[in-house]
């Protein structure tokens, strides 16, 4: 199976400031026939489910404020928001969907400093 | 307006069975990969199965791999998780979600496995 190992566990950020998420998968989970990292993120607030923010590891789902944004490629990505708002506050979580099982990584939750 | 809705969940004692299933409208259910991903009380997500289109192949993790079934229905537009065999460790929210990515996911409904 591929582990997902996020870092840190958790974070606190000041408002208009920069959270930076970091997601490393045990395998390679770019896919070689359309050159796509396949690598999603996700935001988790409390009592919701979860909701897509970026998926193949740097698009930007639909609807999505252009603050966040997916990199990284091979075994390591990034999520990086920026100027962050009060409503970002959240758990987020990668996910693998190169091979099952769908692994995901333990989370990172997101506080307000 | 796309809705995926679970149903099912409930109290079950260890041992004991339960059929999840979730109803799905607003796009077009037979064109996607369905999955369910279940979340344990103040834990993380866990991807549980998954299910192509037409059925024909599915996938399970190992800790419920020969316990859970995934099933669907496409005229229906229906999925369905027939859970056997519950232990305490598979308590928690279960939700249907669409595609690989996930980029559409249910409410969820509470598994609760106790005695």
């Known amino acids: 199976d591929i582990v997902m190992t996020q870092s840190p566990d958790s974070l606190a950020v000041s408002l208009g400031e920069r959270a930076t998420i970091n997601c490393k998968s045990s395998?390679?989970?770019?896919?070689?026939?359309?050159?796509?990292?396949?690598l999603g993120w996700y935001q988790q607030k409390p009592g919701q489910p979860p909701k897509l923010v970026v998926y193949?590891?740097?698009i930007r789902q639909s609807g999505v404020p252009d603050r966040f944004s997916g990199s990284g490629s091979g075994t390591d990505f990034t999520l990086t928001i920026n100027s962050l708002q009060p409503e970002d506050v959240a758990v987020y979580y990668c996910q693998q969907f190169y091979t099952t099982p769908f692994t995901f990584g333990q989370g990172t939750k997101l506080e307000i400093k | 307006e796309v809705r995926l809705v679970e149903s099912g969940g409930g109290l079950v004692q260890p041992g004991g069975s339960l059929r999840l299933s979730c109803a799905a409208s607003g796009f077009t259910f037979s064109g996607c990969w369905m999955n369910w991903v279940r979340q344990a009380p103040g834990k993380g997500l866990e991807w549980v199965a998954y299910i192509q289109q037409d059925g024909g192949e599915k996938a399970y993790v190992d800790s419920v791999k020969g316990r859970f079934t995934i099933s669907r229905d496409n005229v229906k537009n229906s999925l369905y998780l027939e859970m056997n065999s519950l232990t305490a460790e598979d308590t928690g929210v279960y939700y249907c979600a669409a595609n690989a990515p996930l980029n559409y996911w249910g409410q969820g409904t509470l598994v609760t496995v106790s005695s």
């Open positions: 395998q390679d989970v770019l896919y070689r026939p359309n050159n796509r990292n396949l």
């Open positions: 193949w590891a740097s």
